[in-house]
């Protein structure tokens, strides 16, 4: 082996932490991972192989970090929730692999209600965007600049969400949904769908996105016809789930599609 080769692994396999960066005793740094200038890491960290933490970044207590994330130049992850409720329990902030949290963007550790804040793998979430305390984000969820999300909301997988946008507590988004820029949305919206404005409104399936992740045009048709029968006949919601039921396929995306709204607490975002 090569001496160029030998040195590349070696330093691959080490943890690179800038001397004026402080971390706590306690934390647990995984091989690869880079702690930038000024960055600090709090008690009971773990960061994952790979992990990139930039310049100036605080990764508070109990958060642990996925494989290969980037953490971006004044993040803040894993601080106290902002929640008048929260009494200092042991709480935590879980973030998955590969996943980009960029400049200035907040997240917050659970409270008492669940014990944690979750992010998954694969997602963006881009410059001062707020992720608040017993959040739930799926996998490949990408957050615009400054959307800011209050306690409990959960977005499911593929979600994507326009810059500027508030999210009300205890909201849903459903899988593969797209809510556009400047939105404010205070009540769920349905997997598969567009939705925008403020009040926002439906605006149809998420078709180019779908399309984009390999939906079949077989499937794309069925929620489409589902779409139909749901927002633009006479029916009311329990009407139109029925009816749904009763005449299309009940395919796995059909049954999301009508399960998640059946089980919706504070309302679908029609407009």
Not at 39 to 53: F, H, Q, W
Not at 60 to 79: F, S, Y
Not at 169 to 183: L, P
Request: aromatic share 6%; proline share 5%.
């Amino acid at each position: 082996m090569s001496d160029q080769v030998a040195d590349r692994e070696k330093t691959t396999a080490e943890v690179e932490i800038h001397p004026s960066a402080i971390v706590d005793p306690s934390a647990e740094l995984d091989p690869g991972v880079t702690v930038g200038p000024w960055a600090l890491i709090g008690p009971n960290v773990r960061i994952g192989k790979g992990t990139v933490i930039g310049p100036g970044a605080l990764v508070d207590r109990n958060t642990k970090l996925g494989r290969e994330c980037e953490i971006h130049k004044g993040a803040v992850l894993g601080t106290d929730p902002q929640d008048l409720k929260f009494q200092g329990e042991d709480t935590v902030l879980q973030v998955g692999d590969r996943t980009i949290i960029r400049e200035y963007a907040t997240l917050n550790r659970g409270t008492s209600a669940s014990g944690k804040t979750t992010v998954g793998d694969d997602c963006l979430l881009m410059a001062y965007t707020h992720v608040a305390h017993d959040c739930v984000l799926g996998n490949h969820v990408i957050l615009s600049n400054a959307v800011n999300m209050a306690g409990h909301v959960e977005l499911e997988d593929w979600v994507i969400v326009g810059g500027v946008t508030p999210i009300h507590q205890f909201v849903r988004v459903g899988a593969h949904a797209f809510v556009g820029g400047g939105s404010r949305i205070s009540q769920d919206v349905p997997p598969f769908c567009r939705v925008a404005g403020s009040p926002p409104k439906l605006y149809g399936l998420n078709s180019v996105g779908l399309e984009r992740r390999g939906f079949t045009s077989e499937t794309r048709a069925l929620l489409k016809k589902t779409y139909r029968i749901l927002f633009q006949s006479n029916l009311n919601v329990s009407q139109g789930i029925a009816r749904a039921r009763e005449e299309i396929d009940p395919v796995a995306e059909v049954d999301h599609f009508l399960t998640f709204i059946e089980n919706s607490e504070r309302g679908i975002t029609i407009g």
